[in-house]
């Protein structure tokens, strides 16, 4: 089966929109969907995206998204991956007004075989523009995960203020994880961060559970909730925030 997609976006000066996109999947067929969205956002507009992907083992997904911001605009994206096959999301935003913002977060919870793919490119071409970047995953069995993102921050992107975060947790030695956080400046009156850690869950946090009376397969699970909330909460819309705190608790239930 071949699902494709494509989506324009174009939002005019202070104008506003929310957009969800879910992608969800009930059989084991073959599948292959693909999706190219753009986005245009004028003077002053703000668009809030989410996008929430449940399919199958035998989905494969490939993503992209083009982003491009005039001045004091706003891009919200969050990206969340549950239940896959192979998943490789592209996304470029290039902010080219004065005081543009964007906001990019993601999810991605793996096992068995299952692959998620990262790769993010933020452009600053003018000054006063802020960008931040936060990507999470939690790979299990012998599930892979790709984070490759990259700052790019012009000559002319003075006074630009950028971080980009990558954290991940391994819960298996046969997880693997690549992680590729990358900065590139041209400006010399910024702030900027990135980097990227790679770990497994704490042995004390564990252990402090464990001597509050709570099994060790619920305490695993309260510590992997807890390295998502921050994910979770910059949901905006309080019901689908809600909604995603039930299926990634179902998620790590195996439910």
């Known amino acids: 089966m071949l699902s494709n ?21 009930s059989m084991e067929k073959q599948t292959l969907s693909t999706q190219v969205m753009e986005v245009f956002l004028g003077r002053g507009a703000q668009f809030n995206l989410y996008e929430l992907e449940e399919t199958s083992h035998s989905n494969t997904r490939l993503g992209h998204l083009y982003v491009r911001q005039q001045a004091d605009s706003s891009f919200n994206h969050s990206n969340i991956t549950l239940t896959n096959g192979f998943t490789r999301n592209y996304i470029n935003v290039s902010l080219e007004g004065h005081g543009a913002e964007t906001n990019i977060c993601g999810l991605a919870i ?27 995953y939690i790979l299990d069995e012998h599930s892979t995960g790709v984070f490759a993102g990259k700052m790019l921050i012009r000559p002319d992107a003075q006074h630009t203020n950028s971080q980009q975060t990558n954290r991940n947790l391994c819960l298996t030695n046969d997880a693997h994880m690549y992680a590729q956080p990358q900065l590139e400046i041209y400006a010399d009156d910024v702030k900027c961060s990135h980097g990227a850690t790679v770990g497994q869950i ?54």
């Open 5 to 25: 997609r494509r989506l324009l976006v174009i939002l005019e000066e202070n104008s506003s929109a929310s957009l969800l996109i879910c992608d969800h999947s």
């Open 110 to 136: 793996g096992d068995k075989e299952q692959h998620i793919d990262n790769h993010t490119l933020v452009d600053h071409k003018t000054g006063n523009c802020n960008s931040n970047e936060l990507y999470k």
């Open 202 to 255: 704490e042995d004390e946090a564990l252990f402090y559970l464990r001597t509050r009376g709570i099994s060790e397969k619920e305490a695993r699970m309260l510590l992997l909730l807890a390295f998502t909330n921050d994910i979770v909460e910059k949901i905006d819309i309080e019901a689908l925030r809600n909604r995603i705190k039930v299926l990634i608790e179902k998620r790590f239930r195996r439910e």
